[in-house]
C-alpha cells in the first residue's frame, strides 16, 4: 500500500505542477498534507524520471521547463479457477479534485 500512496502523490504532485499552481514548497507541503521533506522527496523522484523540475522564486511555483508528462495506472486482476477477473484498472489518480494552492491563502 506504502507504494500506491507514493503513486499517487506523485500523480498529485505532477497535475499541480503542470498547472503550475504549486505554491511555495512549504504551501506545497501543507497542500499535500506532508513535510517539506517528503515533497523534496517526490520531486527528486520525478527528475529521476527525467523530469524537467524547476522553481520559479518569482512566480512561487514549480513548473516543468520542457514538456513532460506522467501517467499512473495500476490493473488489479485476480486469477481464479482458471477464470481472470480484474477487480481494476486504469487511472483513479486523475480522477481526484485537486485542491490549489492558490486557496490556501
Do not use: C, W
Not at 5 to 11: H, S, V
Not at 54 to 83: A, G, H, M, P, W
Amino acid at each position: 500500500m506504502k507504494n500506491l500512496k507514493t503513486l499517487e502523490r506523485l500523480q498529485q504532485l505532477h497535475n499541480l505542477i503542470t498547472n503550475e499552481n504549486t505554491g511555495t514548497p512549504k504551501e506545497l507541503a501543507t497542500l499535500m498534507q506532508l513535510s517539506k521533506r517528503s515533497i523534496q522527496l517526490l520531486i527528486e523522484q520525478l527528475k529521476d524520471y527525467n523530469a524537467p523540475v524547476r522553481y520559479s522564486r518569482s512566480r512561487k511555483t514549480y513548473y516543468y521547463f520542457e514538456e513532460f508528462d506522467l501517467q499512473v495506472s495500476i490493473s488489479v486482476n485476480v486469477l481464479t479457477n482458471n477464470e481472470v477477473t480484474q477487480i481494476f484498472g486504469g487511472s483513479y489518480f486523475l480522477k481526484k479534485k485537486l485542491l490549489s494552492a492558490r486557496f490556501l491563502h
